[in-house]
């Protein structure tokens, strides 16, 4: 059974910046996209960020675009969410999710997802 493991998260001010990370297995890394999703009390499951297999693509949420940066690391088998100039509408619990071989499009679907972290909490505060 695949798991991933986050750590990272907090509460901050806003303007803060945090960096969550997501380990991976050595067995699922090198051939999967791993996204980033967030939720909110009393919301849906919003997409965040994707990175690809080979760490040179990415795409984000219009509503974290150039403020997060998603990347990952061959050698420690782990994707890491760069947030800066948080806000308090940032204030959710943060998953990371994996697909092997999973296009685009797919990872930007949570129901798409096969694997998941455990979840950690982001809360920022004004």
């Known amino acids: 059974q695949e798991q991933l493991v986050q750590s990272g998260g907090g509460s901050v001010q806003a303007g803060d910046s945090l960096r969550l990370s997501c380990a991976v297995s050595?067995?699922?890394?090198?051939?999967?996209?791993v996204s980033w999703f967030r939720q909110a009390p009393g919301k849906e499951r919003e997409f965040v960020a994707v990175?690809?297999?080979?760490?040179?693509?990415?795409f984000y949420g219009d509503s974290v675009k150039d403020r997060f940066t998603v990347t990952r690391d061959s050698e420690q088998n782990t994707v890491f969410l760069q947030m800066d100039s948080l806000t308090p509408e940032d204030t959710a619990i943060y998953y990371c999710?994996?697909?092997?071989?999973?296009?685009?499009?797919?990872?930007?679907?949570?129901?798409?997802?096969?694997?998941w972290g455990q979840g950690t909490q982001v809360t920022v505060s004004s």
């Open positions: 990175i690809g297999r080979s760490g040179t693509s990415a």
């Open positions: 999710a994996e697909k092997p071989f999973g296009t685009p499009q797919a990872m930007r679907v949570a129901a798409r997802m096969l694997y």
């Open positions: 050595e067995q699922t890394f090198s051939v999967s996209p």
